[in-house]
T-cell receptor, first 111, second 113 residues
């Protein structure tokens, strides 16, 4: 099973770019890398997903090196409302979709 | 379109009782996954259902079970409740393909006393 490791917490200031790195040394060929955001008392919300290289959407970028043993979520110009827990997860298809969430990174954005 | 809904939102039970939680996925989604979230263990995968069949299962005891109906709605049952079952139970739906984005519901907060 591909286990993920993330920093427990990070602090940032409004307007800064935040990069959160996730390690997944045992990632398998079929695994996707997905990041979710979770606010207190809410279910996680999808941010971005990638398989290799770089993926960008309207809220974030995901950088995946060639060996895929890590990935970095990049949040440009964070605001106070980006204060949340960010989960890196690695999932694969074994006839279904089984996901393993990491411990999450608690991001605190300060004014 | 409507999001994932879960009922009830809050529940208090006593040890030894059983509980059934319900999840209605987004229309058209055939996959429903269940997760348990606790402060100590984080988000843990329970099981996934696709077209009424359990496709994947996490490492939880047999007291945790589920099912999915033909309209993709899913129920999760926990029998012989223990204090450690107190948690936020989250349901997520997706179209069902590998790597598909999952849409989570607001969760059911279960407290076992």
């Amino acid at each position: 099973l591909a286990k993920t490791t993330q920093p427990i917490s990070m602090d940032s200031y409004e307007g800064q770019e935040v990069n959160i790195t996730c390690s997944h040394n045992n990632i398998a060929t079929n695994d996707y890398i997905t990041w979710y955001q979770q606010f207190p008392s809410q279910g996680p919300r999808f941010i971005i997903q990638g398989y290799k290289t770089k993926v960008t959407n309207e809220v974030a970028s995901l950088f995946i090196p060639a060996d895929r043993k890590s990935s970095t979520l990049s949040l440009p110009r964070v605001s106070l409302s980006d204060t949340a827990v960010y989960y890196c997860l690695v999932g694969w298809n074994t006839g279904g979709f089984k996901t393993i969430f990491g411990a999450g990174t608690r991001l605190f954005v300060k004014a | 379109k409507a999001g994932v809904t879960q009922t009830p939102r809050y529940l208090i039970k006593t040890r030894g009782q059983q509980v059934t939680l319900s999840c209605s996925p987004i229309s058209g989604h055939r996959s429903v996954s269940w997760y348990q979230q606790t402060p100590g263990q984080g988000l843990q995968f329970l099981f996934e259902y696709f077209s009424e069949t359990q496709r994947n299962k996490g490492n939880f005891p047999g007291r945790f079970s589920g099912r999915q109906f033909s309209n993709s709605r899913s129920e999760m049952n926990v029998s012989t409740l223990e204090l450690g079952d107190s948690a936020l139970y989250l349901c997520a739906s997706s179209l069902g393909g590998a790597g598909d984005e999952q849409y989570f519901g607001p969760g059911t907060r279960l407290t076992v006393t």
